[in-house]
């Protein structure tokens, strides 16, 4: 049995396929752990869930800000952004079955086993892994429910900006939902920062890639995550970053787990693009 985590897709299908026939996935013996964004941007973003869905236990996906994206089209009334190139997506006979698999995907994952957690994004300094995984459940937990189109209404937003303990309803959801799906940098206070995009080393001063905190208490555990494609691909003895932009033209990336964590890509078939 082989253990696959795979970067950001964004609704590369082609690559997706390309991926899989290299890496010889076998979904009777074999898992796949996706980071996330499995839709948006790309051109196949129906055919990417489909393919995902089907696999049923054979993958493990946790959700991404593009797979919200789409859960907030397809049940909130309050979406900030284009939904046009999701409308295959919400318009298809299966739209219903697909969104709602899709809504009762983790926002984390973890295999003691590997010890290793999975996010789309990162995690915030204080939060230890039981910490990450509780957190994440309250917005699991509230997406699988009826009042899911309320929170997805209010979802969109970047206050607050700092973990308290006293946080409570929507602005602790909203909080638990970016730390875990947008983050890249944090300021030296554990603040969350959502204007900076490119790569480490390019930073302003008052900021520090999320996994660079002092003392952060997931330190000890491999981390596998995506979302930042200016950063690329990082293997580090416990961190893995998946996201090597696909969608911008870059690659699809696989990482093994459960031995050599040896990195597999295929290149993309999208136009080279500004990686955002």
Same mark, same amino acid.
Request: hydrophobic share 40%; glycine share 8%.
């Given at each position: 049995?082989?253990?696959?985590?795979? =970067?950001?897709?964004?609704?590369?299908?082609?690559?997706?396929?390309?991926?899989?026939?290299?890496?010889?996935?076998?979904?009777?013996?074999?898992?796949?752990?996706?980071?996330?964004?499995?839709?948006?941007?790309?051109?196949?973003?129906?055919?990417?869930?489909?393919?995902?869905?089907?696999?049923?236990?054979?993958?493990?996906?946790?959700?991404?800000?593009?797979?919200?994206?789409?859960?907030?089209?397809?049940?909130?009334?309050?979406?900030?952004?284009?939904?046009?190139?999701?409308?295959?997506?919400?318009?298809?006979?299966?739209?219903?079955?697909?969104?709602?698999?899709?809504?009762?995907?983790?926002?984390?994952?973890?295999?003691?086993?590997?010890?290793?957690?999975?996010?789309?994004?990162?995690?915030?300094?204080?939060?230890?892994?039981?910490?990450?995984?509780?957190?994440?459940?309250?917005?699991?937990?509230?997406?699988?429910?009826?009042?899911?189109?309320?929170?997805?209404?209010?979802?969109?937003?970047?206050?607050?900006?700092?973990?308290?303990?006293?946080?409570? =309803?929507?602005?602790?959801?909203?909080?638990?939902?970016?730390?875990?799906?947008?983050?890249?940098?944090?300021?030296?206070?554990?603040?969350?920062?959502?204007?900076?995009?490119?790569?480490?080393?390019?930073?302003?001063?008052?900021?520090?890639?999320?996994?660079?905190?002092?003392?952060?208490?997931?330190?000890?555990?491999?981390?596998?995550?995506?979302?930042?494609?200016?950063?690329?691909?990082?293997?580090?003895?416990?961190?893995?970053?998946?996201?090597? =932009?696909?969608?911008?033209?870059?690659?699809?990336?696989?990482?093994?787990?459960?031995?050599?964590?040896?990195?597999?890509?295929?290149?993309?078939?999208?136009?080279?693009?500004?990686? =955002?």
């Amino acid at each position: 049995m082989a253990v696959y985590a795979v =970067g950001d897709i964004q609704g590369c299908y082609d690559e997706l396929a390309a991926l899989l026939d290299v890496i010889s996935f076998d979904p009777g013996q074999d898992h796949l752990w996706f980071v996330g964004d499995l839709v948006n941007r790309g051109p196949k973003s129906l055919e990417t869930l489909r393919l995902v869905q089907e696999l049923g236990d054979a993958a493990i996906c946790v959700l991404g800000n593009h797979d919200l994206h789409l859960l907030a089209l397809a049940l909130s009334d309050n979406v900030p952004f284009d939904a046009d190139i999701l409308s295959d997506v919400l318009h298809a006979e299966d739209s219903d079955q697909l969104i709602d698999w899709l809504r009762r995907r983790p926002l984390a994952y973890f295999d003691p086993g590997l010890n290793t957690l999975m996010v789309h994004a990162g995690v915030i300094g204080p939060w230890s892994v039981s910490d990450t995984l509780e957190r994440a459940g309250e917005v699991a937990d509230t997406l699988a429910s009826e009042h899911a189109h309320e929170f997805l209404h209010a979802m969109y937003g970047r206050k607050p900006d700092k973990w308290s303990e006293n946080l409570g =309803g929507t602005d602790r959801q909203r909080f638990i939902t970016n730390s875990l799906t947008r983050i890249r940098y944090c300021t030296a206070d554990g603040g969350l920062d959502f204007n900076y995009k490119l790569a480490p080393g390019t930073q302003p001063d008052n900021l520090q890639p999320w996994y660079e905190l002092p003392d952060r208490a997931t330190a000890d555990t491999r981390i596998v995550f995506g979302h930042w494609s200016t950063l690329g691909l990082l293997q580090t003895e416990n961190l893995i970053a998946l996201d090597t =932009g696909c969608v911008w033209g870059g690659a699809l990336t696989a990482v093994r787990l459960d031995r050599d964590a040896q990195a597999v890509q295929v290149p993309s078939r999208q136009p080279r693009t500004f990686a =955002g």
